[in-house]
């Protein structure tokens, strides 16, 4: 089985990666190729040095689309993207790369189909941000995509197409909407939702870490463990049992921020809450509060979808794949 | 004021402008220019032959959006599509005109709102085809758009792709998601929709019609002069009051076939009634059982959109408008 990854040096394209190289029939076939693609160069583990292929390269360049695409990939995993608060500055980038640059990608493969049959499975990483307020107190599978941002329409119209050259038999389409990844690893970021993570990830370290907003803000969360196994999952599962509605919004654990803190408590002591430090920052407060706080991810969960169910679990997975199992 | 009409030939296009003819203050300011665009050159009323230009063009040609758009029109009524079944059996052609040439008009307003300030009225010509099945009993204002057929796809990426330039400020757009529009005028046509204007239209004029389902299918009405009253009212509402969502499923009327009889008899007795010949398609049957039958349209009547009541209203917009108020 040949398998493309766009997106291959990103945190989610990383960790995919990762899994297949510890558990190399985890799509269910072996894996002969594997095409790993992105804007820079995407590492390769040494254990699948001699199937990799990685790439550096713009899928919004004319031809390259066509190009990965002549290879026929059997499953295809579209992880890239311009990320939201880019795509919100610019306007033409956002719209080139994550709305052009996919659907150059879905036109290559019609395109192919027309030479000689090819269906390939393609999973793509949709986004929470299709949806925006006002929301009901439960977010069903059934409510409306209304975004409030440039990254969420093109994500939403994205998710449009690969429903309507699914039930055309073009390709085999699953559309995943991530709940907000935690703990996510590396350095502390600036995005609004960075603090999630950075008061877990950095008080585990003996790390101080700041908390911008009130204990009682609630959101959607699962590890970057349970985003892999989505993929994975989405890759397997038997799509006749999907139906036309092509596009699942994954489950995941509905919590507030003072949930996060008793976790932590509970698996890392006091000392470890002692090292957050609470620094309102009303324009975060602003920002955060008007996301999505809880979904009923119905059909997900029907179909398979597993993500975790607490807090302590969440912590728990990050100890295990960041830290090695080992607490400071 | 300049208004610019594409899709000016259409049956819905026809009556704007046939409107804007008989009530020349209907948009609120008086128009001096008329640009009324098509594949074919749009028909011209004597009342507006002074200020109107007809053009035959196709939007989705290269550098057409930016010629009509350098015009810098104030308000523009968009009803051009290749219509459902065409965009079906067509896929090239369908996503070219229907959302490239679409899309290519809102690029055009982008890049002239960049020379100097420009922000027009954009009236967008939807569809509820957008939605699709399984349908809840009354389809709301939060119901996903999760269509069945590549037109309604393309009305939906439409959809997102206006609300987002909207909340960017590039233009001011609203989208009309019509009901099926009954009594539709002129010949019988093949469409799977048409006998539900077939077996009213046909019988006041001492037709025969054919009746392919049973009298107890249910579906979503409004009349073409409703269409229209839904346009001139969407170019001239106060879009503060909308917020970001900008797509609104208009009202209409929730009929079975047998209102619509009940209603052919009270008007033109039971003679009328008579011409109705019941010649069930299973086909046809099978189609229109898959439509939605209800909606409440809340949002669209709070904004101040209206439609029929009764099928006894809409026959009376008949009567006025296409048969000059003489019943056979």
Redesign the interface.
């Known amino acids: 089985m040949h398998v493309l990854i766009l997106g291959a040096a990103g945190m989610i394209g990383r960790k995919l990666v990762g899994r297949i190289a510890a558990e190399p029939m985890i799509l269910g076939q072996s894996i002969d190729r594997l095409t790993l693609a992105d804007v820079i160069k995407p590492p390769v583990p040494d254990a699948l040095a001699s199937i990799s292929k990685p790439l550096a390269l713009d899928l919004a360049h004319p031809g390259i689309a066509e190009k990965l695409i002549d290879e026929r990939p059997n499953v295809i995993f579209h992880l890239a993207a311009v990320v939201s608060g880019e795509a919100e500055a610019d306007?033409d980038k956002g719209y080139t790369v994550n709305l052009d640059g996919t659907r150059a990608l879905f036109e290559a493969i019609?395109h192919q189909g027309q030479k000689s049959a090819y269906v390939p499975r393609v999973i793509f990483a949709s986004s929470l941000a299709v949806f925006?307020t006002p929301f009901?107190e439960t977010i069903g599978?059934?409510?409306?995509?209304?975004?409030?941002t440039?990254y969420g329409?093109q994500k939403?119209?994205t998710e449009?197409?690969l429903?309507?050259y699914s039930?055309?038999g073009i390709f085999d389409g699953i559309g995943i909407r991530l709940p907000t990844i935690c703990v996510r690893p590396g350095a502390p970021n600036k995005a609004a939702s960075g603090f999630f993570s950075n008061i877990l990830r950095e008080p585990l370290v003996g790390k101080e870490a700041i908390l911008p907003v009130s204990d009682t803000v609630r959101h959607w969360f699962a590890s970057p463990r349970s985003a892999v196994g989505f993929f994975v999952h989405a890759a397997t599962l038997d799509t006749a049992s999907v139906g036309?509605?092509r596009n699942l919004t994954m489950p995941g654990l509905s919590a507030v921020v003072s949930d996060e803190i008793d976790a932590l408590r509970r698996i890392a002591g006091d000392k470890a809450v002692a090292l957050i430090r609470v620094e309102p920052d009303p324009v975060i407060e602003k920002i955060v509060t008007g996301w999505a706080q809880r979904f009923d991810a119905k059909r997900a969960h029907d179909l398979g979808f597993k993500a975790e169910q607490s807090f302590d679990e969440i912590l728990q997975v990050h100890i295990e794949d960041e830290l090695d199992g080992r607490l400071a």
Do not use: E
Not at 141 to 148: G, I, R, Y
């Open positions: 306007f019609r925006g009901p599978d059934d409510f409306l995509t209304a975004p409030l440039s329409t939403a119209i449009l197409l429903a309507d039930r055309r036309p509605r």
